[in-house]
């Protein structure tokens, strides 16, 4: 009994000193946590904290990684049923005291991040966190995504079609989701086609609900798309990509089993109430930054639709695209002016001149008018459709009001004149 008591108090002895290896037995969690927005512009700031959930130790030592779907290279994370990879990020230490912050994002800092804590000698680690998304918008990416049908929130079971196209050649580029869950993987079934990759899921769950992109490597990315699935029978139709300052926002209440036209729908941003419509669907003109946020809607005795994020990018260029078409115009109509005006003034001079010859032309009696006109070559430029190779610019001769009403063949009198003889030689060409 004795020794019994004594080996006790010796393994009680040896684990007060040395403890449990608990980055073995039961290693804490984080949470990492993505401020003001994951979704972000060139040249905004953002704040990524890293924080252990089940410690009250202060003397954390963190670090920062990019995840990446697993590869046999990298270290495997595992939380749950969640695996991938991460590189930790050269400049690490920058995320001392548990925070990561950048001043000025660019394209680059787009991607997956995830976070680990560690204290302690021998060093003890926490878990990685589940990986969060950071979103750079790129005004002109390389590829676009693009979702039939082309809205970001889905009934349970709709069938959804992801197709992305690349500019160039599309070898190499992939589809990938992060889930809500944290899962990161490539969509499928993936199909690669001509253009580039496809998913076409052909009856979406509530777990593959989350953020869906294509990329190349993890430096160049397509525009990303969140979906979310509609767990009840009431979801918002909002545009799938972000609109620009000055447009207009519109919004859809769609309840599967249809909507009363007459019955009052009510509009909700950042949780607050917005409008009351007798009607599905709202409409918000000449939208600015202040209109971006989470918007929801909800019908009487049906369930609220999710959330879904409306994004609001500033213009493009400094000046409106409208203004610089009107500057454009404008300057076509004086040219068009001084057009008229200067073959006015010429044909004047050259009918004053050859009146002065024997045999002239009567200028005054056979040419009524000069019509001039312009073909609009900037809208030619906007439109799709293919235009000629060159805009033709050219004046149309018309002899009195009767031939013009009548129909008869309108044609020009050529005198030329033998300078040596004197003489005239008349030719009339149809």
């Known amino acids: 009994m004795e020794r019994v008591s004594a080996y006790m108090l010796f393994s009680m002895s040896m684990c007060v000193l040395f403890g449990p290896s608990h980055s073995e037995a039961n290693p804490p969690s984080v949470l990492l946590n993505v401020s003001p927005s994951k979704w972000l512009n060139v040249g905004d700031s953002v704040i990524l904290s890293c924080e252990v959930t089940d410690s009250s130790n202060t003397d954390w030592r963190f670090s920062w990684h990019r995840a990446i779907p697993h590869t046999g290279t990298l270290e495997l994370v595992q939380i749950n049923a969640i695996r991938y ?34 204290r302690g000698v021998p060093v003890t680690h926490t878990l990685y966190s589940y990986p969060q998304l950071l979103w750079v918008a790129d005004p002109s990416p390389p590829a ?18 992801l197709s992305c196209e690349v500019q160039g050649n599309s070898s190499g580029w992939r589809l990938m989701m992060l889930r809500n869950d944290g899962t990161l993987s490539e969509c499928r079934p993936s199909i690669q086609g001509p ?82 419509k007798a009607m599905n669907v709202m409409t918000i003109a000449n939208i600015s930054k202040s209109d971006e946020g989470m918007y929801t809607c909800q019908v009487p005795a049906h369930s609220q639709s999710p959330r879904s994020w409306v994004a609001v990018r500033g213009s493009s260029s400094g000046a409106s ?55 609009n070559t900037l809208k030619a430029r906007e439109t799709s459709v293919p235009q000629c190779p060159s805009d ?8 009195g009001r009767r031939a013009v009403e009548s129909g008869e063949v309108i044609y020009t009198s050529i005198v030329i004149k033998d300078r040596e003889s004197g003489t005239s030689n008349r030719r009339k060409d149809p």
């Not at 990879?85 to 800092?109: C, I, K």
């Open 392 to 399: 033709v610019v050219y004046s149309e001769v018309k002899k």
């Open 321 to 375: 695209p409208k203004g610089l078409h009107t500057g454009v115009i404008a300057g076509l109509t004086v040219a068009a002016l001084a057009f008229v005006i200067i073959i006015s003034v010429m044909v004047t001079i050259f009918c004053f001149k050859s009146s002065k010859g024997q045999n002239a032309v009567a200028c005054s009696a056979d040419v009524i008018y000069t019509e001039v006109r312009l073909r």
């Open 195 to 276: 253009l580039g990759p496809t998913c076409n899921i052909t009856g979406i769950y509530i777990y593959e609900a989350g953020v869906y992109w294509c990329e190349f490597g993890t430096r160049q990315y397509s525009n990303a798309i969140n979906v979310t699935v509609a767990g009840g029978d009431t979801l918002l139709e909002s545009p799938v990509l972000p609109l620009a300052e000055g447009d207009s926002l519109t919004l859809r209440c769609l309840v599967k089993a249809g909507i009363n036209p007459d019955i009052e729908v009510k509009f909700y941003k950042d949780g607050s109430l917005i409008k009351t």
């Open 85 to 118: 990879s991460v590189q930790q990020l050269p400049d690490s230490q920058r995320g001392a005291g548990g925070v990561y912050s950048l001043s000025s994002v660019n394209e680059n800092h787009t991607g997956v991040y995830a976070c680990r804590a560690e």
């Open 144 to 161: 676009s995504l693009s979702i039939s049908p082309n809205r970001s929130q889905h009934f349970v079971d709709d069938c959804l079609l």
